[in-house]
């Protein structure tokens, strides 16, 4: 696999405006990861989701802007915070539900749970458990891409805290040796598990990252759906014309702990409700849409009220729906192939 001679210059591109229609579509997506994460919280309180569960409310701009720059062919990989991903991506909120309470008819058979979901007919190729682990699973999505030399880009997602694993290094150095057509997009939420981005990381700059391996990069407002949809297109054309890996780095902040059973003191109340009055990504493409009359309040709340009753048939669908066989077990371990 040859590598570049001489690396291409980089190509400034704008993302086309998004329309009317884009735009509502967004607001209801974002709407639609609120919500869903929102009745998760309530089902995990009520002891209908068993292990770990990271929700992704107020990071909804990232997964629903980026979805919309990817295409046909295109890969998305992510950590453990994934049931945004999984939602913009188009999988169905019944499928994902399921699978967070353990059902058969779940996105992963049941089997999954909430970190370890897939569905290759998504693209989706799974929340991933091991901080950082899915870095070098996506590369290597890239790497097979690059083999097809079919035009896919693989859309790699991981936090601030897993941007301090070795293994994003190794990756980093790979995919740029390798021209690999790789998008890496840091969901910097401001804090690694419980750590500050300030106390864990001497360059707290994250894009930089990957300037020792001359990959490019640039911090994006990760609120701004329509922001994290520019800096996609032009990071996704990148990586398609041959140009090597992208790194984005999206600022966003997560208003819940970083899993249910997080007290959250390592932060204050004040602190997210800041966020929360002045850059909740909802509300503020909420805002853009009725500023340029797109969007009236009787609007509002009848997607708003769509999106609840999606919701919550979602809900019950996952509360009754019936457990895999004991036989499951021994499924989905191997590969089957015709000899």
Not at 169 to 178: G, H, I, K, Q, R
Not at 323 to 339: I, S
Request: hydrophobic share 35%; with cysteine; net charge negative.
């Amino acid at each position: 696999m040859a590598r570049r001679a001489v690396k291409t210059a980089e190509k400034t591109t704008t993302a086309e405006q998004p329309d009317k229609e884009q735009l509502l579509a967004f607001y209801r997506s974002m709407l639609l990861i609120r919500r869903f994460e929102e009745r998760a919280g309530q089902l995990y309180g009520m002891g209908l989701i068993g292990g770990f569960c990271h929700l992704y409310i107020g990071q909804e701009a990232v997964a629903v802007g980026m979805q919309s720059v990817k295409g046909p062919k295109d890969q998305v990989i992510t950590g453990y915070r994934d049931h945004g991903h999984m939602l913009a991506a188009g999988m169905s909120p019944r499928s994902v539900m399921a699978e967070l309470t353990g059902r058969f008819p779940g996105a992963s058979h049941g089997k999954g749970g909430s970190m370890h979901m897939f569905s290759a007919e998504a693209g989706f190729y799974g929340g991933h458990g091991i901080v950082g682990a899915q870095v070098s699973l996506g590369t290597g999505l890239a790497m097979a891409n690059r083999y097809r030399d079919d035009g896919a880009v693989a859309f790699v997602y991981f936090g601030d805290g897993a941007a301090n694993q070795g293994q994003v290094y190794e990756s980093f150095n790979m995919a740029e040796l390798w021209s690999l057509p790789v998008v890496y997009v840091i969901e910097n939420n401001q804090y690694a598990m419980g750590t500050s981005v300030e106390r864990s990381s001497s360059e707290t700059h994250l894009y930089r990252r990957g300037s020792s391996f001359n990959i490019p990069g640039e911090e994006v407002d990760g609120m701004d759906v329509s922001a994290v949809r520019r800096a996609g297109v032009k990071a996704a054309e990148h990586a398609r014309g041959g140009n090597g890996p992208y790194l984005l780095e999206m600022k966003t902040y997560r208003y819940r702990g970083h899993s249910m059973s997080d007290p959250g003191k390592y932060r204050t109340r004040e602190e997210i409700d800041a966020v929360r009055k002045t850059r909740d990504p909802i509300e503020h493409l909420q805002e853009r849409l009725e500023g340029q009359g797109w969007l009236d309040e009787a609007t509002a709340r009848a997607i708003d009220n769509e999106v609840k009753s999606v919701v919550a048939e979602a809900a019950e669908f996952a509360r009754t729906a019936p457990e895999p066989e004991p036989k499951e077990l021994f499924t989905d371990v191997y590969v089957e192939a015709d000899a």
